[in-house]
Structures are given as structure tokens and as C-alpha cells.
């Protein structure tokens, strides 16, 4: 079975840092580009990031390019989310996700249940 | 940044009715559609992709179709497992997700 999760979040306070894990179980997670997706609290999906599945190619969001680093341990079988210099709009609940194999149109298969981020003073 | 709306943002239905849903890119997007449901307090599901695709396990009833700037999801006869917010993504270029349309009951 296909598990995603998601460990890490919590309050921080504006300018802070923090990093998100999501562990990953029932496949081979190295075979996998991987996703981050981030929903605020009654509005909706907000994708993030995205990693290959060697972790040598990665993309963001324009709202994070330059905060947060998306990264992978393969021999963990861990996805990583470091986020820098937060914003009371990064207040989220945050999501890692699974690319479907072999298609171009990156779709997004399983979902971890997700942690909640929380920036404020 | 892709644009993307979708219509209705909001709309009543009753169990069995057929629903449609609409969304728009801001450019063309060719066949780079996808859609999601998700229920409150859950995770998104995978519905649909590459615009018309079915998502293994997901019922018949759910189709997709369109290309370029206009897509379309389609509940063929809707059930109450069904009552959602359905999420169109665009993964042309950096991916975007559409607003939302929650389906709730008439």
C-alpha cells in the first residue's frame, strides 16, 4: 500500500524556518518525481514544488522560488521541504504528493494527509 | 504564469443530475489538463488526466474532455459520494490549479 507521510509542520514565527519530511512507503520511491502542494485554511490548492526522481532537476512556484529548496534522500525513502524567511502567507496546510509514472502530464496520484504550517507572532 | 478559472465556482445539485464543469486557461494548454475531487478534511483524489483519461478506479460517471483553453468535467448521473470541490490543474507550464468548484446538495 501506498503511503505519503507528511511530518514537520508547526508555528513559526514570521522570518522563521522550517522543514517538512514526508515519508514515503509501498513503492519504489526513487522512481518517483514528487510533489509539494499547500492549501491555506478554506481556500484552495496551491501547488509548490517539484523534484525528479533522482533529485537533480527541481521547480517552484513563484511565490517560494528563492525560500523554500525541495530535496529527496532516496535511501530514506524521504521527501524534504526546507522553507526560509516565512510569510504569514505560507500559513498552509502542506501536502506531498506522487507523480504518476510515465506520462508527460504530471498528474498527481496519491497525497499524504498533510501538515499544517502555521506562521505567526 | 497559466491563469486558470473554472464555472461554476459553486453549484447545487441533486443525487442523480448530471453536472458540468467547466474550466479555462489563460492560454493554450493543449491536452495538459487534469482534474481532482476533494472532500473537507481530505486529501485531493486524481479524477481525470491529460484532459480525457480516467484515473484507474474512478467511476465511469466521471469524464473529461476539451483542449487548448476550453475543458469540460462531466458527472454522468451524480452520487452522494460526490458532493466535493473539483479542482482543474494545469501542468503545461508551471503548474497551476484552478479555483475550485464545490458541488453540494439542492
Known amino acids: 500500500e501506498v503511503q505519503l507521510v507528511e511530518s514537520g509542520g508547526g508555528l513559526v514565527q514570521p522570518g522563521g524556518s522550517l522543514r517538512l519530511s514526508c515519508a514515503a512507503s509501498?513503492?519504489?520511491?526513487?522512481?518517483?518525481?514528487m510533489h509539494w502542494v499547500r492549501q491555506a485554511p478554506g481556500k484552495g490548492l496551491v501547488w509548490v514544488s517539484r523534484?525528479?526522481?533522482?533529485?537533480?532537476?527541481?521547480s517552484y512556484a513563484d511565490s517560494v522560488k528563492g525560500r523554500f529548496t525541495i530535496s529527496r534522500d532516496n535511501a530514506k525513502n524521504t521527501l524534504y521541504l526546507q522553507m526560509n524567511s516565512l510569510r504569514a502567507e505560507d500559513t498552509a496546510v502542506y501536502y506531498c504528493?506522487?507523480?504518476?509514472?510515465?506520462?508527460?502530464?504530471?498528474?498527481?496520484?496519491?497525497w499524504g494527509q498533510g501538515t499544517l504550517v502555521t506562521v505567526s507572532s | 504564469d497559466i491563469q486558470m478559472t473554472q464555472s461554476p465556482s459553486s453549484l447545487s445539485a441533486s443525487v442523480g443530475d448530471r453536472v458540468t464543469i467547466t474550466c479555462r486557461a489563460s492560454?493554450?494548454?493543449?491536452?495538459?489538463l487534469n482534474w481532482y475531487q476533494q472532500k473537507p478534511g481530505k486529501a485531493p483524489k486524481l479524477l481525470i488526466y491529460?484532459?480525457?483519461s480516467l484515473q484507474s478506479g474512478v467511476p465511469s460517471r466521471f469524464s473529461g474532455s476539451g483542449s487548448g483553453t476550453d475543458f469540460t468535467l462531466t458527472i454522468s448521473s451524480l452520487q452522494p459520494e460526490d458532493f466535493a470541490t473539483y479542482y482543474c490543474?494545469?501542468?503545461?507550464?508551471?503548474?497551476?490549479f484552478g479555483p475550485g468548484t464545490k458541488v453540494d446538495i439542492k
Open positions: 492560454q493554450s494548454i493543449s491536452s495538459y
Open positions: 523534484i525528479n526522481s533522482d533529485g537533480s532537476s527541481t
Open positions: 490543474q494545469q501542468s503545461y507550464s508551471t503548474i497551476t
Open positions: 509501498g513503492f519504489t520511491f526513487s522512481s518517483y518525481w
Open positions: 504528493a506522487r507523480e504518476v509514472v510515465a506520462t508527460i502530464f504530471q498528474p498527481v496520484d496519491y
Open positions: 491529460a484532459a480525457s
